[in-house]
């Protein structure tokens, strides 16, 4: 399935994705599979990487990548090559009457207060922790549902300011790194459209995974549709 | 059952797996997460065998919200048959009104001889044990039989399912209620409605969202601290504990139908919720199952959100009030079940389900969850028919199995 993937973005799965920014819209429930295909993908080329697991949480994750022949619990604890954000566990720890010790330490409460510098520390923290490992290969950031966080309250703004900055972190390194971005889309949804909009603009690959327009079907879940921009 | 006969043979499986120590628990087939029943096996088989433990079910209510109400007893009554611990809050009516209203199981001589530990609740039907003795005689009759091969002999002789020790799901009487007994034997919380703590004055740690929320949050991780349901803890005695929530997202909860106080843009509070109770259930032995009054959000994008934050989403479409409730298409069911979402667990994709057509039916004794089936077309087919076959295309339902109205050709 793997190889197909990539034989459909007509990529060369041994050195992909450089330099790119990739955004996936999902309009279905079921495109969180190219997620885990970036994921693999990433993993295999030894490259390090920073997962912000919002939707799942890492056992999840885990089980799946075990299922396509990678191990993350090594990557994450052994081989150090992989970060993983419970981003799941954290936001909801967030989601409190009365504050808990950890929250003022916690990331995304600022991100969901208008205050996104703090969660964009660690994330470059962890980049430049992984320049420390000193790895030949660019560094990459997948986030699996950033549109959660427009659901949680954070504002179009907040999410186009991070998709921006995050790009610029990692372009800004010696080594050119890549963001992959996974966002649920729903229809006629302001928020998410505005988002949507601008980060369409500014990526270098976009991948939409829709259902099928005739309907359930039990054997071709979707379809997927992908557009590149050479010329950035 | 293998010690007694004679000395271990080599041919021994080495472990035993344990399977379905939980009560009431058994592993998926799909996906190997641990199950539990909704009360409804027909529901249960159309959501891939049960929910798995750890997950959110969101039931989208139907407009008078009574057959989700009739879900949501189900739902604790199984709880109380597998003696789960439940923790249940409710706003529209006091949780123990629900307790008291929860239907009575349908006697079966092993759900009794499991729930009755104690001598002193007597099993209504008498005679039990002497059948059950004379099953297991005629079993160890028929072992001694068997003479085909000396090393099957100590293999049970049929192997109904995996979990064959512990029942999994239960039948219930809608027309009788649960004794008290059986309710008095499991740890049931309520946590107080949003009408008996009144305003909260305190203002939680995100500014925006709803103080009723971030309290019954609160209090759901204090209860799974305390009873130790969660993963990283360790007990003796691991149970399940059923989480119910009652058309939370109501005026009553200070819900302003998905719009902010100020009437500017969408109210992020409840989609909020369900991101902190997934956070939640993902570290703890417990399923939750939540009753939204979907139909009070005037913009549909908020449901949408929910959806999309929850596991297992069904939408309840009664015929009450409806057209459909006179169209004789429908007048076997009650109204429609969709199954808006299957979730997503350790696998690319979600189960998938055989059909979308599924209606529910509440007869007298029991709500069940079924296909949709036509009735039979009886009259002559030339003749009058035309009338099921309109009110069939103006629901959109393309099965084909209708004769269209202007061909003439007959083959």
């Not at chain 1, 005739?214 to 879940?221: A, E, I, N, T």
């Not at chain 2, 959501?47 to 009574?66: C, F, R």
Request: charged letters at 20%; one cysteine or more.
């Amino acid at each position: 399935m793997l190889a197909q993937i990539s034989q459909f973005l007509a990529v060369d799965p041994s050195n992909f994705p450089k330099n790119e920014h990739i955004i996936v819209g999902d309009r279905s429930q079921e495109g969180g599979f190219l997620i885990h295909y970036f994921l693999n993908l990433c993993l295999k080329q030894k490259r390090p990487v920073v997962f912000v697991g919002l939707s799942q949480s890492f056992s999840h994750y885990n089980t799946v990548a075990q299922k396509l022949g990678t191990n993350l619990l090594l990557a994450r604890d052994e081989n150090k090559n992989l970060i993983f954000i419970e981003g799941l566990n954290l936001l909801s720890d967030c989601v409190r009457l009365y504050p808990s010790d950890s929250t003022e330490s916690n990331s995304f409460f600022s991100l969901l207060k208008g205050d996104i510098t703090f969660f964009l520390e660690e994330i470059g923290k962890s980049i430049s922790n992984f320049t420390k490992l000193e790895s030949p290969n660019a560094p990459v950031v997948i986030v699996d549902d950033l549109f959660i966080l427009l659901r949680a309250g954070a504002t179009t703004r907040d999410i186009i300011y991070l998709v921006d900055t995050l790009y610029d972190l990692l372009t800004s390194g010696p080594n050119k790194g890549s963001l992959i971005l996974l966002s649920h889309l729903e229809n006629s949804d302001d928020e998410t459209d505005e988002a949507w909009a601008y980060m369409r603009q500014m990526c270098s690959i976009k991948i939409e995974v829709s259902d099928l327009k005739s309907g359930y079907c039990k054997d071709v879940h979707g379809q997927v549709c992908t557009v590149n921009h050479f010329d950035q | 059952m293998a010690s007694n006969l004679g000395a271990p043979s080599s041919f021994q499986k080495r472990a035993k797996i344990k399977i379905g120590q939980i009560s009431g628990t058994r592993p998926s087939l799909y996906n190997n997460q641990l199950l539990i029943s909704t009360g409804i096996p027909s529901f249960d088989n159309v959501i891939g065998g049960g929910l798995a433990v750890g997950t959110v079910l969101l039931v989208e209510e139907d407009t008078y919200s009574s057959y989700a109400k009739i879900m949501l007893k189900y739902f604790i009554a199984e709880g109380v048959m597998t003696g789960q611990s439940i923790f249940l809050s409710s706003a529209k009516e006091p949780p123990q009104q629900l307790i008291k209203e929860l239907p009575a199981p349908i006697d079966d001589t092993r759900v009794h001889s499991k729930v009755y530990p104690s001598k002193s609740v007597p099993p209504p039907s008498t005679g039990h044990p002497e059948s059950q003795k004379s099953i297991t005689d005629n079993a160890t009759n028929d072992n001694d039989k068997m003479k085909i091969a000396w090393r099957y002999q100590s293999q049970p002789k049929v192997k109904s399912s995996p979990v064959s020790n512990i029942r999994f799901g239960h039948y219930y009487d809608l027309t009788q209620t649960m004794p008290v007994e059986l309710i008095d034997q499991v740890e049931i919380v309520t946590a107080p409605s949003p009408l008996d703590t009144g305003p909260l004055n305190v203002s939680p740690v995100i500014p925006y969202m709803n103080a009723h929320y971030c309290h019954l949050l609160d209090q759901i991780r204090k209860h799974i601290d305390t009873g130790c349901f969660g993963t990283a803890q360790n007990t003796d005695k691991r149970k399940i504990l059923r989480i119910c929530i009652s058309s939370i997202g109501s005026p009553l909860w200070g819900e302003m139908g998905g719009v902010r106080a100020n009437g500017e843009g969408s109210d992020p509070s409840l989609p909020l919720f369900f991101i902190g109770l997934r956070g939640i259930l993902r570290s703890a032995f417990a399923v939750a199952m939540i009753t939204v009054p979907a139909h009070l959000f005037h913009d549909r994008s908020t449901v949408k959100k929910m959806e999309r934050l929850c596991d297992t989403v069904v939408k309840l479409d009664s015929f009450a009030g409806s057209e459909k409730e006179k169209n004789p298409v429908f007048k076997e069911y009650h109204g429609l079940i969709h199954l808006v979402q299957l979730p997503r667990l350790n696998s690319l994709i979600p189960a998938q389900h055989e059909t979308s057509d599924l209606a529910f039916k509440l007869r007298r004794k029991k709500l069940t969850i079924e296909k949709l089936h036509l009735p039979p077309e009886l009259r002559d087919p030339t003749g009058g028919s035309q009338e099921g076959n309109t009110l069939l295309s103006s629901h959109g339902n393309n099965s084909g199995c209708g004769t269209s109205q202007s061909s003439k050709l007959s083959f």
